[in-house]
């Protein structure tokens, strides 16, 4: 039951993580690496909100993810959008933002180990495993979202649009669909994703200003063995690499600084089987 728990929320994180990730690279083939530097910096917001202004943590849930939501958008088009079309400069200007958010909260809050009250307190017993209510809640939360990101890509116009646009940007473009807006909206909807996940993961962790490190090597990890670009690819790779975790950790518990060691070994050993990911497509030269 702790393997199944442990597990499932790593999982459920990793999926919402990497999902966002995969979204923007697939329609903007942007490696957005401050991703997970949303993540944080949505928790630190949550932490501001509850324990400095006194807001219940539900409102400050909110409050975090529309700000940091909007801070995405700012950022895509005051910064990353004018060098979109330079990958090498984006992943370089990515990285650097990254490391100025990490800044901006060591100056802001410190490097001292916060934390934030869970939503719902509490807890029930199976097998002898204690299972908090929070655990619940932010796994029901997890799948509800990624059930809503399903059918907004799949029954909705502007889905058709992201993946019109992720699978072609010029024919897409020919088609009379703006690909600079359907850009913007995805890298909304990508940064909104990973605030949600800072959210609701927030009162099972430790916020600290390098808590976006490890989630980062992970999704990397999750979207590579998943297939670039294929949400189902990055859905299943975030839970088996979400139960792998779980098993370094439980299995053999003074080897749990190997965790991400082991996922990023899973990662090669199928890259060197299947380089194209468990659900990629094969690559081809650009004609």
């Known amino acids: 039951m702790d393997i199944l728990t442990s597990g499932l929320i790593s999982g459920s994180v990793y999926a919402l993580l990497a999902i966002g990730f995969c979204l923007i690279f697939g329609v903007a ?3 957005n690496i401050a991703h997970t ?3 944080m910096v949505a928790a630190y917001c949550i932490y501001f909100t509850s324990s400095k202004l006194g807001l219940h943590p539900f409102w400050g849930m909110l409050v975090s993810i529309i700000l940091v939501t909007l801070l995405g958008l700012a950022v895509y088009k005051l910064f ?3 060098i979109r079309e330079h990958e090498g400069a984006v992943l370089i200007g990515t990285i650097a933002l990254a490391m100025a958010f990490q800044e901006i909260m060591l100056l802001l809050f410190t490097g001292d180990y916060l934390s934030v009250p869970a939503l719902i307190k509490g807890y029930f017993t199976i097998l002898g495993v204690k299972v908090f209510y929070q655990q619940l ?3 029901g939360s997890v799948l509800l ?3 809503a990101l399903w059918l907004l890509l799949v029954k909705t116009k502007l889905g058709l649009a992201i993946r019109s646009t992720a699978q072609d940007r010029e024919v897409a473009n020919l088609m009379g669909m703006n690909e600079s807006r359907v850009a913007m909206i995805t890298m909304g909807i990508s940064v909104a994703l990973a605030a949600f996940t800072g959210a609701m993961v927030v009162p099972l962790t430790i916020v600290n200003p390098h808590m ?3 989630p980062l090597i992970m999704v990397m990890a999750v979207v590579v063995l998943g297939g670039m670009g294929s949400v189902k690819g990055s859905f299943v790779g975030a839970y088996i690499l979400g ?3 779980a098993l370094v950790v439980f299995i053999a518990p003074q080897g749990a600084f190997l965790k991400g060691s082991v996922a990023l070994s899973i990662m090669i050993l199928v890259l060197l089987i299947r380089p194209e990911g468990l659900f990629g497509v094969r690559f081809e030269e650009e004609r």
């Open 29 to 31: 083939r942007i490696v």
């Open 37 to 39: 530097a949303f993540y």
């Open 80 to 82: 990353i959008d004018p």
């Open 137 to 139: 809640l932010t796994f």
């Open 145 to 147: 979202i990624l059930g």
């Open 212 to 214: 976006w490190t490890h």
């Open 243 to 245: 139960f792998a975790e």
